[in-house]
C-alpha cells in the first residue's frame, strides 16, 4: 500500500471507528455469537488478490463487532475496566504509523527516552518513591514474572550465571494469599519455584486482607524446616474483591528475612493518580517493585502495564543480554529497556500514555475515578439497604462484590441454608441480565460460592447507567 492510498483508507477507517463509538451504547454488551461464528463467515484460505478497503471495512461490521463483547460500553460492568480511550488509541496509531522498532536505544532513541519521560511522569503523579525507576511491560502477568526472577536471582545471588535453581541447596518459598490473581501462582510456576513452595497465608474473613500474623508464622515455619522464604506478593486490589494487603505490616517481616517485596496493583494502581488514594500502598518505600494496569481503569489502550522497580541495577543485572549486533557507541550511558524484561523487541507503548495524559490532562482523568469510586459506594449503600440482597465484601475501589440471597436459602443472619440453590439462582440471574445485552457483569466464586462482581468505571458510565443497573439487577433476580 502506497502512502497516498493509505491517506484515504486511513480517513475513512478514522470515520468507521468514530461511528463504532457513537454507536456503542446501542449494541448488546455481550457478544451473542456462537464459538465458530466468526470463523465461519471468514475464507478458509487467505485471499490471493487484493480486495477492496471498501470490502475490509463492511467486514469490520459484520464480521468482527457482533463478536466483541462491549468494554467501552456504559453498561459493561464485569471483570475489571478495559478502558481504551480514544486519545490512548491515537498514540496506538501512531505508534503502529511510526513502526519504529525498540531493541536498543540507537534503534529508537526517542521510543526509550519518551518511556523513561512519561513513565516518570506516572511515578510521580502516583506518589511513588522518587528513586524508584518504571518500564512499561505487556501485562501485570510478565511483570511479576520479572519481579519474581529478579527475587530469585537476588536470593541466590545469581545463580541463573551457574546451575540455576537445579543446584540450589534448599528449596525456596514465595508468599501470597488465595485471592491473588491467577498469573501469580502461574508466574510463581514459571520462575521454577513450584506450585509447592507457594504459600498461601490466611485471610482476614471479611477484608480478604493478608494476615501479617499468619505471614510471619508461614515464613518462620519454612525457615525451621530448612526452606529460603525468598518473596511475597503483596495484592493491592484483588481481582475478587479488591481487598488490600496491609504492605506496611508485610514489609518489616519480609525485610526480617531479605524477601522480595512485589506489590501487585495491577487494578489499584490507576486510583494512585487521586492523592487521597495513596493510604492504599502506605509502606512502598520498603518495598522492591510495583506493578499497575493503565490498561484497565486508567484508559491506555491494552496492552501497558507499569512496573517499578526499587533497585534497577540489579533488574538489568538479571535480564541483560549483550549480544556483539546490539552494540552502540552509547552503551552505558543510556537506558536499554530490553534489559529491563523478557523480550527484546519492544513497540512504542509510551506513545499511547503521552497521548492520553496531554489530550486528556490529568484533572480530568482524576475527576472520572473520583465518579466511578462515588458511584461504587453508592451503589453499595442501596444494595445494602434493600431486602435479600448482601454486599459481600469492604468496597475498597469501584468493584461492588453483592449477592441476592432469597429467604429461602439463606438466613437473615447471613447463614447458607440452601448453598446449592443459591449458586444456581446467583448462575441464573446473572445469565439473564449478561444474555439480555443490556448490561454486562460476572459472576465470581467467593469463598466458595457465587457471588456476583459490579465493575463500575467504563469511560462513559455515569450514575444514571449504574442505577439503571441496580434497577436491571432487582428486576431480574427477584423476579426469578
Ligand atoms: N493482577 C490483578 C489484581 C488483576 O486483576 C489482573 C487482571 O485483571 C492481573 C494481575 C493480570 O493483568 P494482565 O492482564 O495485565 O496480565
Redesign the pocket.
Known amino acids: 500500500m502506497k502512502p497516498e492510498e493509505f491517506r484515504t483508507a486511513a480517513h475513512a477507517l478514522v470515520d468507521w471507528i468514530a461511528d463504532y463509538r457513537e454507536r456503542i451504547p446501542d449494541l448488546p454488551v455481550q457478544s451473542r455469537v456462537k464459538p465458530g461464528d466468526v470463523a465461519g463467515m471468514l475464507p478458509t484460505s487467505a485471499p490471493v488478490a487484493p480486495e477492496s478497503f471498501d470490502a475490509v471495512l463492511r467486514d469490520l461490521d459484520r464480521v468482527v463487532v457482533p463478536g466483541i463483547t462491549q468494554v467501552q460500553h456504559p453498561s459493561f460492568f464485569g471483570?475489571?475496566p478495559s478502558n481504551a480511550t480514544l486519545s490512548s488509541v491515537l498514540g496506538d496509531f501512531a505508534t503502529a504509523g511510526l513502526g519504529a522498532l525498540g531493541i536498543t536505544w540507537q534503534s529508537a532513541p526517542s521510543l526509550t527516552e519518551v518511556e523513561e519521560v512519561v513513565v516518570g511522569w506516572l511515578r510521580e503523579l502516583t506518589g511513588l518513591p522518587e528513586s524508584w525507576r518504571g518500564v512499561i511491560q505487556d501485562?501485570?502477568?510478565?511483570a511479576?514474572l520479572v519481579a519474581l526472577l529478579a527475587a530469585r536471582e537476588r536470593a541466590t545471588d545469581y545463580s541463573e550465571t551457574r546451575g540455576g535453581l537445579q543446584a540450589e541447596p534448599a528449596p525456596m518459598t514465595v508468599y501470597t494469599t488465595e485471592y491473588a490473581?491467577s498469573?501469580?501462582p502461574k508466574a510463581v510456576a514459571l520462575a521454577g519455584f513450584g506450585a509447592d513452595n507457594l504459600r498461601v497465608v490466611a485471610t482476614d474473613p471479611w477484608t480478604r486482607a493478608m494476615l501479617p500474623e499468619a505471614l510471619a508464622e508461614a515464613v518462620a515455619a519454612d525457615v525451621a524446616d530448612g526452606r529460603r522464604p525468598v518473596a511475597v506478593v503483596v495484592?493491592v486490589?484483588?481481582?475478587g474483591t479488591t481487598a488490600v494487603d496491609p504492605l506496611a505490616e508485610i514489609v518489616p517481616i519480609a525485610r526480617e528475612h531479605g524477601m522480595w517485596v512485589h506489590v501487585?496493583a495491577?487494578?489499584a494502581g490507576s486510583a494512585l493518580l487521586l492523592p487521597e488514594m495513596r493510604g492504599l500502598v502506605a509502606g512502598l518505600d520498603g518495598a522492591d517493585s510495583l506493578t499497575w494496569?493503565p490498561?484497565?481503569w486508567m484508559g491506555a489502550v491494552l496492552?501497558c502495564?507499569l512496573m517499578y522497580v526499587a533497585d534497577p541495577q540489579h533488574l538489568v543485572r538479571v535480564m541483560a543480554t549483550g549480544p556483539s549486533y546490539l552494540r552502540s557507541a552509547v552503551d552505558g550511558e543510556v537506558t536499554q529497556f530490553k534489559d529491563w524484561g523478557i523480550p527484546l523487541g519492544r513497540r512504542f507503548r509510551a506513545l499511547k500514555l503521552w497521548f492520553q495524559l496531554r489530550l486528556d490532562g490529568v484533572e480530568a482523568i482524576q475527576a472520572r475515578l473520583r465518579r466511578d469510586l462515588a458511584n461504587a459506594r453508592a451503589l453499595a449503600e442501596q444494595v445494602e439497604a434493600a431486602e435479600g440482597w448482601r454486599v459481600l465484601a469492604p468496597v475498597a475501589l469501584q468493584t461492588v462484590v453483592l449477592r441476592h440471597e432469597p429467604r429461602a436459602w439463606v438466613a437473615p443472619d447471613g447463614d447458607v441454608l440452601d448453598g446449592a440453590a443459591l449458586d444456581a439462582h446467583t448462575l441464573a440471574w446473572v445469565d439473564e441480565v449478561n444474555s439480555s445485552g443490556a448490561a454486562f457483569i460476572t459472576p465470581a466464586k467467593l469463598d466458595g460460592r457465587w457471588s456476583v462482581r459490579v465493575s463500575i468505571g467504563a469511560e462513559p458510565t455515569t450514575s444514571d447507567d449504574v442505577a439503571a443497573l441496580w434497577h436491571l439487577l432487582r428486576t431480574t433476580a427477584e423476579r426469578d
Not at 139 to 142: F, G, L, Q, R
Open positions: 471483570w475489571f501485562t501485570a502477568s510478565t511479576c490473581h498469573s501469580i495484592n486490589g484483588t481481582t501487585d495491577a487494578m494496569n490498561h484497565k496492552d502495564s
